[in-house]
């Protein structure tokens, strides 16, 4: 089992940015896909931004430019900076390692809220 903490959410400004890290509890090989989701109320879940251990990125297309995801594999750790945040953007972030395709297993971890308001 792993455990992922997020953090570095908050209440920010329109047009100003965050940095999102996810720590996980315990070593999170290369085969883990790693990947951010955000939540808004009443919404479903939607990807944000997914990165393979050979740091191979999609992003939701309406995020691209904005947003980037990167990994430290010797940190377990991966980041979501956000860029030029709009009001729309105001969700529960969420952070997954999902390691199905090689039969290992799926995490998510509990979420950090970002509000962009003025």
């Known amino acids: 089992q792993a455990q992922l903490v997020e953090s570095g959410g908050g209440l920010v400004q329109p047009g100003e940015s965050l940095r999102l890290s996810c720590t996980a509890s315990?070593?999170?090989?290369?085969?883990?896909?790693m990947g951010w989701y955000r939540q808004a109320p009443g919404k479903q879940r939607d990807m944000v931004a997914r990165?393979?251990?050979?740091?191979?990125?999609v992003y939701a297309n309406s995020l691209k430019g904005r947003f980037t995801i990167s990994r430290d594999n010797a940190k377990n750790t991966v980041y979501l900076q956000m860029n030029d945040l709009k009001p729309e953007d105001t969700a529960a972030y969420y952070c997954?390692?999902?390691?199905?395709?090689?039969?290992?297993?799926?995490?998510w971890g509990q979420g950090t809220q970002v509000t962009v308001s003025s």
């Open positions: 997954n390692a999902d390691g199905r395709y090689y039969s290992l297993d799926e995490y």
């Open positions: 315990r070593n999170i090989d290369s085969r883990y896909l």
């Open positions: 990165i393979s251990g050979g740091n191979t990125t």
